[in-house]
């Protein structure tokens, strides 16, 4: 059994390895943890420095935090060879700046969940979502 201090240490190297896998710094990626129904539930999202907008990169459940956190890691070393890449355009209310913000998800309802992940729906305004070509 681990001890609190290893399990605390090894919740950080991990974090730390998913923030460095997708080189973002931890002002701009957020890690939420919940419990639901005797798992946890970690939500990935990530914060655009230039319009202050959150988004869902991905959610993983597991039977504790680390392994929410390993499963998340496996996550962002595969992501970019299993899902597709969609650009949507978009404009949040009472704004006049139209946005563009780029996902990776099976589909494209998936790519707009994490869009709208954790606001209401009213809120923004998508004018476009374009699968993009694979490189």
Request: no cysteine; proline share 1%.
């Given at each position: 059994?681990?001890?609190?201090?290893?399990?605390?240490?090894?919740?950080?190297?991990?974090?730390?390895?998913?923030?460095?896998?997708?080189?973002?710094?931890?002002?701009?990626?957020?890690?939420?943890f919940r419990q639901i129904d005797?798992?946890?539930?970690?939500?990935?999202?990530?914060?655009?420095?230039?319009?202050?907008?959150?988004?869902?990169?991905?959610?993983?459940?597991?039977?504790?935090?680390?392994?929410?956190?390993?499963?998340?890691?496996?996550?962002?070393?595969?992501?970019?060879?299993?899902?597709?890449?969609?650009?949507?355009?978009?404009?949040?209310?009472?704004?006049?700046?139209?946005?563009?913000?780029?996902?990776?998800?099976?589909?494209?309802?998936?790519?707009?969940?994490?869009?709208?992940?954790?606001?209401?729906?009213?809120?923004?305004?998508?004018f476009s979502i374009v699968l993009?070509?694979?490189?």
């Amino acid at each position: 059994m681990e001890s609190t201090t290893d399990v605390h240490l090894e919740s950080v190297r991990l974090q730390k390895q998913i923030e460095n896998h997708l080189g973002m710094s931890g002002g701009n990626l957020l890690f939420e943890f919940r419990q639901i129904d005797n798992k946890t539930r970690l939500d990935l999202i990530t914060v655009n420095p230039r319009h202050s907008q959150s988004f869902l990169l991905h959610s993983e459940e597991g039977y504790d935090r680390l392994d929410t956190l390993r499963k998340m890691l496996g996550y962002v070393q595969r992501y970019r060879d299993q899902e597709s890449s969609y650009t949507i355009q978009w404009m949040a209310r009472n704004d006049k700046e139209l946005n563009t913000s780029y996902f990776r998800a099976r589909h494209m309802y998936e790519a707009l969940d994490k869009l709208y992940f954790g606001r209401d729906m009213n809120t923004i305004t998508v004018f476009s979502i374009v699968l993009n070509p694979v490189s």
